[in-house]
């Protein structure tokens, strides 16, 4: 990588790739090309192996048997374990943010080893699925303005000691504990339930990834008009009972 370009890795798109997460993908094209930044984008199926040589890597959301299937083809890569050590940027949704933690419950029921760049452990709820619109307030040492995103998941996921809950939820489930948190997150590996995509309601996340792979403190402004419109339509949308 340069200080004009970057290397964006989509991950297993035909596993997980769903409620639109791929927009993550042309977002942070968007937002990169915008500030005049080459990207160079690879996309790697599943039966692909991981470069590691990528700047930021995206994970997106999938159904419980594709979730497992990734997670196993992933182990057995390595190839994202050995980018996360050279210093590479990973950002997560949903089942992707699963798969980062050290477990997860599969589509047998049974316990899924993950691949650990999180410090939390998935279980299934007993509950109702977490489903709707969610507004919180993200971590302030990451410098950004509040988080809405939609969720769909039936997921429980814990953090451990070494893990920081990416956001408070003022609306919605996150990650569905009870205890108000939403996503996880350390110094470079990011995990969220939200879909939307996120990215596009929340451009500024997609700013501080291109941020950290860069190493730079700020980056030239663009013009957030639409951005904004979409967000504030959907944080309306989430601060009005249903």
């Known amino acids: ?66 979730q497992r299937l990734a997670a196993e083809r992933l182990r057995r890569d390595g190839g994202l374990n050995r980018a996360v050590a050279n210093g590479a940027i990973v950002f997560s949704v949903c089942a992707g943010y699963q798969i980062l933690g050290h477990e997860f419950i599969n589509d047998l029921g049974q316990r899924e080893q993950g691949l650990g760049l999180l410090d939390v452990i998935s279980t299934r709820g007993e509950g109702e699925r977490c489903v709707g619109d969610v507004l919180a307030d993200i971590d302030p040492q990451l410098g950004l303005p509040p988080l809405t995103g939609f969720e769909n998941h039936q997921g429980v996921t814990h953090l451990g000691p070494t893990a920081r809950p990416l956001a408070r939820v003022r609306f919605g489930k996150g990650n569905g504990t009870g205890d108000g948190t939403e996503g996880a997150f350390n110094d470079t590996v990011f995990g969220t339930y939200m879909h939307g995509p996120v990215m596009a309601r929340n451009p500024h996340i997609a700013d501080l990834l291109i941020k950290l792979a860069l190493d730079v403190n700020a980056l030239p402004p663009v013009d957030d008009r639409w951005y904004e419109a979409l967000r504030a339509e959907r944080i309306a949308a989430a601060t009005q009972p249903a």
């Not at 990588?1 to 890795?9: A, D, E, G, P, T």
């Not at 990169?32 to 080459?38: E, F, I, P, V």
């Not at 160079?40 to 999938?62: A, F, N």
């Open 1 to 66: 990588m340069s200080q004009n370009s970057l290397r964006v890795v989509w991950v297993y798109p035909d596993l997980l790739s769903t409620y639109g997460d791929q927009g993550n993908v042309l977002v942070l094209e968007r937002r990169a090309h915008q500030r005049r930044l080459d990207v160079q984008r690879v996309d790697v199926r599943s039966d692909q192996q991981i470069p590691t040589s990528g700047d930021i890597y995206l994970i997106g959301g999938g159904e419980d048997r594709p």
